[in-house]
């Protein structure tokens, strides 16, 4: 089992910053990568930004390349993920997950980002 714990949602204006935290405990050692969805209101679950743990490679989707950068901590068994210049239609319910090949998917509780026009 793996549990994660997410940090860091907030309310910012459009062009702010926030930063998100996920910290990893429990059985770590399963985890191959780690990152963030995001959920909307009425619209589909998006995937925002993956990083491996191993070799930290890093994917983004295609409406936060060049504003968000997901890092870890593997000291500290923690997640990352610097959003600036944020837009309003950052908007949504931000969820951290963990990945392994032997189970599904783990994911934290989901913390509220709120960007203001």
């Known amino acids: 089992q793996v549990q994660l714990v997410e940090s860091g949602g907030g309310l910012v204006q459009a062009g702010g910053s926030l930063r998100l935290s996920c910290a990893a405990s429990?059985?770590?050692?399963?985890?191959?990568?780690m990152g963030w969805y995001r959920q909307a209101p009425g619209k589909q679950r998006e995937l925002v930004a993956t990083?491996?743990?191993?070799?930290?490679?890093?994917n983004y989707a295609d409406s936060v390349k060049g504003r968000f950068t997901i890092t870890r901590d593997n000291a500290k068994n923690t997640v990352y993920l610097q959003m600036n210049s944020l837009k309003p239609e950052d908007t949504a319910v931000y969820y951290c997950?963990?990945?392994?090949?032997?189970?599904?998917?783990?994911w934290g509780q989901g913390t509220q980002v709120t960007v203001s026009s």
């Open positions: 997950f963990a990945r392994t090949p032997v189970s599904p998917a783990y």
């Open positions: 429990g059985s770590i050692f399963s985890i191959d990568a």
């Open positions: 990083i491996t743990t191993s070799g930290g490679n890093t």
